[in-house]
Every structure is written in structure tokens, then in C-alpha cells.
């Protein structure tokens, strides 16, 4: 079955450093999402890219899809104490295999 | 606009005993989902509900875990029996859509098997 693989595991950086995590899919993907979750909270949405190449940007956050639909990635600049959490990437699988799958996450911790 | 609400948000039981969750969607929403998720783990699509019926139940353990959504709105999954390996926070989300959608996550429900 699909599978979705991120790196790395865990990222401690110091704040103003930047951070990147990394998502691989066995298979090509329709979509990917990426989710936020705090410590103790619940994920939350942070955005949906779909087309081959494309690039989004939302502040310090940028979100990119690999031009063979199979890889992601985020990344942020100057990070803060906010940013602070467990970023999860999620792939909708392209054709019969139209199914959502989250990675295991990238949990990320920021010293003020 | 008030979110997708979940209960119990703890649950501690003893393995073999039965256990249900309940799940209220964001108004309108026509999908839902039950997702459980294992310290350090991702969340591992358990259901999907369009409407009242269901899309994929795939990774839905039938022997012992079942769900419905009578009337297309709240849901509950229930475990029966419970084992020491289905200790997790199960999460409901709700979307306006299917797949592609953005997904709305209730606070989720802590469950410890002993």
C-alpha cells in the first residue's frame, strides 16, 4: 500500500535558525497536505498543494510539491517559539489508490 | 463558528471491556472521519463517512471496532473488546467535501486500555 515517509523524526534548532522537513511518497501523489499539531492539541490544516512544481507561500512558511508528485517539503524561515510542534505532511494517493495517508511527522522544538 | 466537538476527551477501561466515542461535525459537513493516532505517530485513517455512508473502512479493524453516522451528521466508533494495543487519542475530522478538502480536527478522545 501507499506509504509516506518524512524526515527527519525530530529538529531542535534555536530561534531566528531556519528548519526544512521532508515528505516521500511510494507512489505518485493527487495532493498533499501539511498539518500543524501543538503539543497536547489536535492537527490543524495548513495548506493543500496539487499541481506538479508548485510552490506556496504563507509568511515565514514555504511549501513546496516536487515535480514528480511524490516528494514535499516545508520550510521555515527565522523560526520562532510558535512554530513549535509536529508538522505532518498527509498524501491523497492519485487513481484507484485514492486514499489519505499521514507521515509520522517531524516534531520541532525552538530555543528561545 | 463552533468546531467538531468530541467525547469523552479520556477514557481509561480495562482490556476486553467495550468503549464508545462519540463525534458531532462541523454543521454542513458532509464527510467525517475517525482517525487513531499513537504517541509519535501520525494519524492512521481508521473511517471515512460521506454523508451516512462509507467510503473506506480499509484499516478498520471490523472484528473488534465498529462505527456508523446515522443521519449524516454525528458519528460514534465503538471498540469491543478492547485490547492493550488500541491505547491512543482517537480523532474525529470533519470536511465540507471528500478528499482534497481541508480537514477539521475535533480535540480527539484519550484512551487507555489496562
Known amino acids: 500500500g501507499q506509504q509516506v515517509m518524512q524526515i527527519p523524526q525530530y529538529q531542535h534548532v534555536q530561534e531566528g535558525e531556519d528548519f526544512t522537513t521532508y515528505c516521500n511518497s511510494s507512489t505518485t501523489l493527487s495532493n498533499i497536505q501539511w498539518y500543524k499539531q501543538r503539543p497536547g492539541g489536535h492537527p490543524v490544516f495548513l495548506i493543500q498543494l496539487v499541481k506538479s512544481g508548485e510552490v506556496k507561500k504563507q509568511k515565514r512558511l514555504t511549501f513546496q510539491f516536487g515535480e514528480a508528485k511524490k516528494n514535499s517539503s516545508l520550510h521555515i524561515t527565522a523560526t520562532q517559539t510558535t512554530d513549535v510542534g509536529t508538522y505532518f505532511c498527509?498524501?491523497?494517493?492519485?487513481?484507484?489508490?485514492?486514499?489519505?495517508?499521514f507521515g509520522k511527522g517531524t516534531l520541532l522544538t525552538v530555543n528561545p | 463558528e463552533a468546531g467538531v466537538a468530541q467525547s469523552p476527551r479520556y477514557k481509561i477501561i480495562e482490556k476486553r471491556q467495550s468503549v464508545a466515542f462519540w463525534c458531532n461535525p462541523i454543521?454542513?459537513?458532509?464527510?467525517l472521519y475517525w482517525y487513531q493516532q499513537i504517541l509519535g505517530q501520525g494519524p492512521k485513517l481508521l473511517i471515512q463517512f460521506q454523508n451516512n455512508g462509507v467510503v473506506d473502512d480499509s484499516q478498520l479493524p471490523k472484528d473488534r471496532f465498529s462505527a456508523e453516522r446515522l443521519k449524516g451528521v454525528d458519528s460514534t466508533l465503538k471498540i469491543q473488546p478492547a485490547k492493550l494495543e488500541d491505547s491512543a487519542v482517537y480523532l474525529c475530522a470533519s470536511s465540507l467535501g471528500p478528499l482534497g478538502y481541508e480537514q477539521f480536527f475535533g480535540p480527539g478522545t484519550r484512551l487507555t486500555v489496562l
Open positions: 454543521s454542513g459537513h458532509a464527510t
Open positions: 498527509a498524501g491523497i494517493g492519485g487513481g484507484s489508490n485514492y486514499k489519505l495517508t
